[in-house]
């Protein structure tokens, strides 16, 4: 599976998880109308919004009353702290250091520990290596099938 695939397959998860990352407010992704046009919230007031088109850096203001009633919401980019509640959700144990992250798939003993490298670096998930998405694919993969 390609790293676009698993990267929507566990950002789709971990938003479905951590709520919060689809309220409608500053960051989020909505898609408006019937178009394929994706617009980021960059800011609003009491009456309106402004959106920031992500194809070509536009930014429009709208109003906010109507954007709310005719978007369908994407949700905002998950960040390391998203992506740790999503993991504590599937795992007991999550454990971090200062190279990236260690934790035990048995709630027991350390029998069988992963360590990926997260880049701190970069703070969203999407700018992670391609052994991270590989790793949390697999792993919600493990968790939905009981193995974890």
Not at 68 to 85: H, M, S, W
Not at 104 to 131: G, I, P
Request: proline share 1%.
């Amino acid at each position: 599976m390609k790293r676009e695939e698993q990267l929507r397959d566990v950002v789709s998860d971990i938003r479905l998880t951590c709520g919060d990352l689809m309220n409608f407010d500053e960051d989020c992704y909505i898609r408006l109308g019937d178009d394929d046009l994706v617009f980021q919230i960059k800011a609003f007031d009491d009456s309106d919004i402004y959106l920031r088109d992500i194809t070509n850096r536009m930014t429009l203001k709208r109003n906010r009353y109507v954007v709310f009633n005719t978007c369908a919401i994407i949700g905002k980019e998950p960040e390391l702290c998203d992506v740790l509640r999503w993991l504590s959700t599937m795992m007991r144990e999550v454990f971090i250091d200062g190279q990236g992250f260690f934790f035990s798939r048995n709630a027991h003993e350390m029998v069988k520990t992963e360590y990926v490298k997260w880049d701190f670096t970069k703070s969203l998930l999407k700018q992670q290596s391609c052994e991270v998405i590989s790793f949390l694919w697999a792993t919600m993969r493990l968790a939905k099938t009981g193995d974890v």
